[in-house]
Structures are given as C-alpha cells and as structure tokens.
C-alpha cells in the first residue's frame, strides 16, 4: 500500500532560517507528491505539487523536488518568515487508488521574529 | 470563484445520537473525498465519489458511517449512534477530474465534531 513518512516534529526556527522538512514514500504504481500546509484557524490548502520525477514544484518561496530514486520529496524554503508558521502535511497519490490523498502525520512549524 | 463549503462548522452531540455533515463542492468538480483529522490518527481517507458513486469506501471505519452524494453535487456523511473515539475534524475535498493520480483537490474548512 501507500505511505508517507514525515520528520518528527515540532520545528521551531529563527526568522530568515533555512528550512528543510523530511518526507519519504512507500508506493503502489507511480505517485504525483503534494506538500498542503495548514494555517492557524484555517483549511488544508495546497502549498506546491510533482506529478513525475525530477520535477520541483514551487510556491511562496518552497521548493520541493520529485526524488524517485530517494522516494523522497523534501520541503525547503531558503529564509522562513513568522507568517510561515502552520502545519505542514506531505502526501501522495496514485491512479491506482482513485487519487485518495495519503498524508503523513505533519509537522507544526513556529517561527520566531 | 467559490470554494468548498461544509456545515456546520461545529457540531457538538451526545454519544448515541444520530449526525449529519454536509459538503458543497466546488462547482463542477465530479470527485468528492472525505477524510476525518483526530489527532491520534492523523488525516485519514473516509470515501470517495465520483459523480453519484462511491467506488471507494475503503476507509469508513464502521457501518456506522455513511455517505452520499446527490445530483453530482452536495455530499452528507452521515455518523450514527456516535461514539467519543468519532470525535474529530471531518474535511471534504473535491476535484476536477479524478482517477489519474495529479489532480489536485481543494479542501474545505471541516466541520469539528465533538462527542460528549
């Protein structure tokens, strides 16, 4: 089956710190990987996506790129902000599974001015 | 445009009684999924619907929980008899298209049920 593996958190960091958030996958088929992010008070909402290997998909400043031969998809951001702090959720989905999303367990990060 | 709506967006019942959730999709997106947040368990996959079909049920825990969807649109998830462990946020999400793995699907804010 499908599966995601996320850094255990919380993450807390300085203003302008670099960002890194760990996430690997275990699939059936050929996944697309999407990174949602969760505001406080808010809704899941998509922060960036990669529908095939090698492709980096960007938004806001993050960066993630399609690691087939890692099975990874690690989130970055070169200089965090205090508006960055949420709840991150790495996920996948495939074809074979009528594109039901699969999360890992998300990470809180709180960043400090 | 409008995005994902549900209703309520609290719900606070005693154990044993019967609820009913409520989602309002964005306009012409034929997939629907539901999936429930608790923080045991993380985000979890409930069903999901393509037009007014469940393909997938797979990840409804009981018989207790059902689901449907009507006229392509609105979708009701329906718990009964509730138990506390069913307390947890209930999200809805839809998409355009569906079965081919990238498309993405628009959340909405969830609707927090809690069992008493």
């Known amino acids: 089956g499908n599966s995601v593996t996320q850094m255990e958190g919380p993450v807390t960091l300085s203003e302008e710190a670099f960002l890194t958030i760990n996430c690997t996958y275990t699939?059936?088929?050929?996944?697309?990987l999407f990174w949602y992010v969760q505001y406080p008070g808010e809704g899941l909402q998509l922060l960036l996506k990669a529908t095939k290997a090698d492709d980096k998909g960007s938004n806001k400043g993050f960066e993630a790129t399609y690691r087939k031969e890692t099975t990874s998809f690690h989130l970055e951001k070169g200089s965090v902000q205090v508006s960055d702090s949420a709840v991150y959720f790495c996920a996948l989905s495939t074809a074979g599974a009528n594109s039901k999303l699969t999360f890992g367990k998300g990470i809180t990060l709180s960043v400090r001015p | 445009g409008a995005g994902v709506s549900q209703s309520p967006s609290n719900k606070v019942t005693e154990k044993g009684k019967d609820v009913e959730l409520r989602c309002d999709p964005i306009s012409g997106h034929t997939a629907l999924y539901w999936y429930r947040q608790s923080l045991g368990q993380g985000l979890e996959f409930l069903i999901y619907?393509?037009?007014?079909?469940?393909?997938?049920k797979s990840g409804l825990p009981s018989d207790r929980f059902s689901a449907e969807r009507t006229g392509g649109s609105v979708s009701t998830l329906t718990i009964q008899r509730t138990q506390q462990e069913d307390s947890a946020v209930y999200l809805c999400?839809?998409?355009?298209?569906?079965?081919?793995?990238?498309?993405?699907?628009?959340f909405g804010p969830g609707t927090r049920l809690t069992v008493l």
């Open positions: 699939a059936t088929g050929y996944p697309s």
């Open positions: 999400a839809s998409s355009s298209t569906s079965g081919g793995g990238t498309d993405t699907q628009y």
């Open positions: 619907f393509q037009g007014n079909s469940a393909p997938d």
